[in-house]
């Protein structure tokens, strides 16, 4: 999800019990709800291929997690040493804060990160550097508009109630996270209705995630896009909710892969485009012999072929010389 949704999930998380009892608990759930998101740096120095290779991986496994509770803990236990601050319901007597104070916060605000990045189709790796297995969620857009308003809202209501000391101050977060979660399961129960009836129109059986993919729509709750492999092309249709089932709405279309055995193979042979393969779930190939060359984009995020960090050029082997 986008960084702004992260952050207003890390305030409402912080504010539905921590505020009152752990100091900078906003802050410090915050940070801890986008921590992960560091991998977006490699964007700055670092190839598109590198890039996408890096991205939702390491700094989302689980390892990666716990360095990240565990680091957050500590720097503010450290921080609130040095430089004390006072909250509504500080440890009784003389008590001084320890990461353990800060534990719990910055665990559920770190962990909130990748599963709401699950949610979206660009998926997360939950079990790097164990394996670089890509999960899908298909269940929100990237931006969620009704999620950012929950999560505001939660957050902004309860900040107000601490600031006025009132006794009730975390039950606006609480009630916030727990129809965000609502919201969620409804969503993904729609998705997986659309997916379900999809795999059957279409002749699916079990289609894993790079055979049929459901694409929620921005500004939408009932419709979605479905797109499937068919190995030459990728089809794309609308989809949209009627009851609890859904129906096929408007033309269907396709776009060709370009996906030969040989244009797959040229481009596994490059670093890049071994890399780019590997975080591509839906990947088409032009090749450019004029220019040696072939360029390989996700159609996720990219058509025709302008280079960006979803689509990159990489160089066509040279074919080796027939030994004598």
Request: proline share 7%.
């Amino acid at each position: 999800m986008d960084n702004i949704c992260h952050s207003l999930a890390g305030a409402a998380i912080a504010h539905a019990g921590f505020a009152r009892r752990v100091p900078r608990a906003t802050l410090l759930g915050v940070i801890a709800a986008n921590i992960p998101d560091v991998d977006a740096l490699t964007y700055i120095w670092a190839s598109p291929a590198t890039a996408v290779a890096f991205r939702r991986g390491w700094t989302h496994g689980l390892p990666a997690l716990v360095l990240w509770t565990v680091l957050l803990a500590f720097l503010f236990a450290v921080w609130q040493a040095r430089r004390p601050v006072v909250v509504a319901d500080a440890p009784a007597g003389e008590a001084r804060f320890t990461w353990r104070h800060f534990i719990a916060l910055a665990a559920i605000a770190v962990v909130s990160h990748p599963l709401l990045d699950w949610m979206n189709s660009y998926g997360v790796r939950f079990l790097m550097p164990l394996s670089d297995r890509w999960f899908y969620g298909d269940t929100l857009f990237i931006v969620d508009p009704p999620l950012l308003v929950i999560f505001g809202l939660g957050w902004l209501v309860s900040s107000r109630a601490l600031r006025r000391g009132r006794p009730w101050s975390a039950v606006p977060a609480r009630a916030a996270l727990l129809l965000a979660l609502v919201y969620i399961a409804a969503m993904k129960g729609m998705s997986s209705a659309t997916r379900h009836t999809a795999a059957e129109r279409f002749g699916y059986t079990a289609p894993g995630p790079r055979d049929l993919m459901v694409v929620p729509l921005p500004v939408t709750w009932l419709t979605r896009e479905v797109v499937i492999n068919k190995g030459e092309v990728y089809g794309s249709s609308r989809w949209r909710m009627n009851g609890w089932r859904a129906e096929l709405a408007g033309d269907q279309s396709a776009m060709e892969t370009g996906a030969s055995p040989a244009a797959i193979a040229a481009v596994r042979e490059t670093a890049d485009g071994a890399k780019f393969l590997g975080w591509s779930r839906f990947p088409y190939f032009v090749p450019e012999p004029a220019n040696g060359t072939i360029f390989v984009g996700d159609s996720r995020y990219s058509s025709g072929t302008t280079e960006s960090w979803a689509g990159i050029r990489v160089p066509l082997t040279a074919p080796e010389p027939p030994r004598r």
